[in-house]
């Protein structure tokens, strides 16, 4: 994410129990660009487990601010967002991840957000979610509906990840490399040199080699080969004049 924006996102996480998804979450934050992590009352940390699962991310397990209690970790905050992993009957405006995201980059861009995880057993309490302003629920499987809870972030960060990116227009995936286009003049040479390879093996006859030709010049018309698919080719057409014993081009 953009400049310091995202350091006004603090994930929070409730009174976690296993230190493994303390790591899996901070890993989970550091591929999506967060870094602010803050564990309320966590039953084991820090611990090799979580630094085992972080696979890297240790500096976000070492910068964590660990807090006795949730009112402390969302003293400086200015908007909540509780995540369940069962829509609750608690009366407070419920999103899914995508929305949830747009919420909380428009407020981030200006306050402190925070956006809590419950307990791997429980989830969040109904007290803890009437800390919230909103919740928001994966839409998963109604009859299976828990996700482990470092995925549980996983997700949720990435669509944090994926708003923000698009909201800036910098969404920009790697190019697989490609070498320029044949050119006309390639072109043209690669024609008449599968013209004559086409006649040496008797495709072609001398009623039919017009409209085939059409038509394979708009099949590579629409397939747009570039150099070294040309060559390629080339080399084939070559290649099969040589098993027929006719002369190279
Ligand atoms: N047994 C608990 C689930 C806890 S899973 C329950 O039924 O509520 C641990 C945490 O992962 C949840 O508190 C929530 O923060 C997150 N989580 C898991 N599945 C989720 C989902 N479908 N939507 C939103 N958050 C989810």
């Not at 996102?9 to 129990?17: A, C, H």
């Not at 899914?96 to 989830?123: H, M, T, W, Y």
């Not at 969040?124 to 549980?152: D, K, M, W, Y």
């Amino acid at each position: 994410m953009l400049d310091n924006f995202s350091d006004n996102i603090s994930i929070v996480l409730v009174n976690p129990s296993h230190p493994g998804n303390i790591g899996a979450a901070a890993r989970a934050m550091k591929t999506m660009g967060l870094s602010q992590l803050c564990l309320v009352a966590p039953d084991e940390f820090p611990s090799g487990t979580a630094t085992a699962l972080a696979c890297g991310a240790d500096d976000i397990l070492s910068n964590a601010r660990v807090c006795a209690t949730l009112d402390e970790a969302l003293a400086d905050c200015r908007y909540v967002v509780g995540t369940s992993a069962r829509v609750r009957g608690v009366s407070l405006p419920l999103v899914d991840p995508r929305e949830c995201a747009r919420n909380i980059i428009s407020e981030a861009r200006s306050q402190g957000v925070a956006l809590i995880f419950g307990r791997e057993d429980k989830g969040l309490t109904n007290e803890q979610l009437r800390r919230c302003h909103l919740q928001v629920h994966i839409p998963t499987n109604e009859e299976f509906s828990s996700l482990n809870l470092g995925a549980a972030v996983q997700v949720l960060c990435y669509e944090l990840r994926m708003t923000q990116l698009i909201a800036d227009d910098s969404l920009e995936m790697p190019k697989p490399r490609s070498h320029d286009l044949a050119s006309m003049e390639d072109m043209e040479r690669y024609y008449d040199h599968l013209y004559q390879v086409l006649m040496e093996i008797g495709f072609l006859d001398h009623s039919s080699h017009e409209k085939i030709m059409a038509k394979l010049r708009r099949l590579y018309g629409r397939i747009r080969p570039d150099r070294v698919e040309l060559s390629i080719l080339r080399g084939i057409l070559s290649e099969t004049q040589r098993c027929l014993g006719v002369g190279k081009q």
